[in-house]
């Protein structure tokens, strides 16, 4: 059920919430399919009886309808895939969260000096030094990760598990200590990839063009942040492989600040 807290500027919506919201606050005509829909917006007191959508979701809906910067955060943990992100518009911002096994997000005004910070929260980011292994960098492929994870689900997490996943990387991939043992720990300790994007229209309104840049962030509890370098962000469908280069590198928290920041465009940018 769709709901709202006027007093936060917060609600929460599915997206045949909003593709009607659009309709209704466009004077559209009710799609076909959607009564259910439109009885559960009135019922939350979000649309009148008489169809009138709320003023109090004007700014989302105008915000969601033009973005001026559209920021996707995909965390992928044991619970499945899950997207959050930011919708930067002229006037307001806002955040969307969405909770494991629920069909509405929560979508809530974000003070525009407190953006970044908004990000951070998205994706957990707490306190931590890049870990100091002996090696600047982790190189090897996504057939030598796949290998490793199949490995680790094929039985428990304890036990003989940083062997049984060492063993299959060893065999899917060309990695030396202490690179070797350092992956299969990695992959075992992983709790969530973060895959961060951002989006916007180019200066050039004679040729229009989207500019995009994100990164890849692996966090892996105790044994801290690192960058997933390679494959670099943004990935499209199709272009990685068994074969395709992954390279990660250890990263503290106040290098990923930065990293936030820097997915909003500057004044060059735009």
Known sequence: MPSYDSARSRFRLAQDHLTLLSHMAG?????????????????????????????QLTPLLKTLAAPVVAISAEV?????????????????????????????????????KLLVWSLALLVNLRQADALDVGVPYIRTTIGAMDAGLTALASGPTDGDAPERVQRALAEAGNLAEPALSLLSHLLIELRAHWRLTSAWHGPDDEQPTVAVRGFGIWDCGPLGYWHRESPSEPVHE??????????????GSKRLWVMLADLLPGEDDR
Request: no cysteine.
């Open 27 to 55: 004077g559209a005509p009710l799609p076909a399919g959607y009564s259910t829909t439109a009885a559960e917006l009135q019922l939350s007191g979000l649309v009148s009886e008489a169809g009138e959508v709320s003023l």
């Open 76 to 112: 992928i943990g044991q619970q499945g895939t899950l997207h959050h992100g930011l919708a930067v518009g002229e006037t307001y911002v806002f955040s969307h969260e969405s909770w494991p096994g629920q069909r509405e997000v929560e979508y809530a005004q974000v003070e525009p």
């Open 238 to 251: 199709g272009e990685v492989g068994p074969d395709s280069p992954l390279v990660l590198r250890p990263i």
